[in-house]
């Protein structure tokens, strides 16, 4: 157990609609990262947080925000779904930011767009 | 940004032999290099990393190599066994803090 939580373990929901994705991250981490991974595809970067506020950004949508709470939980919303959108959805949290600690996943989120 | 290219994208090996994989990246001041392995429908797992102060680091039968003249590093399974059997990615963190990962290889040892 890595000690990042992540809620819901599954998730299916239509076209069009709104989703919200929970991370938690290990006790005492302050970051938190989110990752997109597609049918046997890689892990995309979606974007990080640093004790609540936005430190990198990749190639996230428009139609994704994010956010990291003063408690530094984290949620991922995903809006205007699209059947592109399923997706494996990983968050993971490090003590710091930038190289100096490693980054702990959690067990993600099955996302499907029907 | 940072780009981080893997290969073999597969790669087959006898249990016994060794494995090798083998990462690319473009950003010079990336400074920080881990390895996960996923199995299937799991996180993915860390399981070395290396800083760029450092050209090797072995971990009982794992091992990474890091050429940051040549902006290249490397993993190497040694006496690899069934149940190294997953995907491998390496990845890059860079001068932005992103941690952007290589695209996998695929490993399966053969019993």
């Known amino acids: 157990d890595s000690g990042v939580t992540q809620t819901p373990k599954h998730l299916i929901t239509a076209t069009g609609q709104r989703v919200t994705l929970r991370c938690s991250p290990r006790s005492g981490d302050l970051s938190v990262y989110w990752y997109q991974q597609s049918l046997d595809q890689g892990l995309q970067f979606l974007i990080q947080?640093?004790?609540?506020?936005?430190?990198a950004k990749g190639n996230i949508l428009e139609r994704f925000s994010a956010q990291q709470f003063p408690d530094l939980h984290s949620e991922l919303n995903l809006s205007s779904l699209e059947l592109g959108d399923s997706a494996l959805y990983f968050c993971?949290?490090?003590?710091?930011?930038?190289?100096?600690?490693?980054?702990?996943f959690g067990n993600g989120t099955r996302l499907t767009v029907t | 940004g940072e780009n981080v290219e893997q290969h073999p994208s597969t790669l087959s090996v006898q249990e016994g032999d060794s494995a090798v994989i083998k990462c690319t990246y473009s950003d010079s001041a990336s400074n920080y290099f881990p390895w996960y392995k996923q199995e299937l429908g799991k996180r993915p797992q860390l399981i070395i990393d290396?800083?760029?102060?450092?050209g090797e680091k072995k971990d009982q039968r794992i091992a990474v190599t890091l050429n940051k003249t040549a902006k290249h590093f490397s993993l190497h399974i040694t006496e690899t066994q069934p149940e190294d059997s997953a995907v491998y990615f390496c990845a890059a963190m860079d001068s932005s803090y992103k941690l952007i990962f290589g695209s996998g290889t695929r490993l399966l040892v053969r019993p």
């Open positions: 993971a949290s490090s003590v710091a930011t930038g190289g100096s600690s490693p980054l702990h």
């Open positions: 947080y640093y004790n609540g506020e936005e430190r």
């Open positions: 290396i800083r760029s102060n450092v």
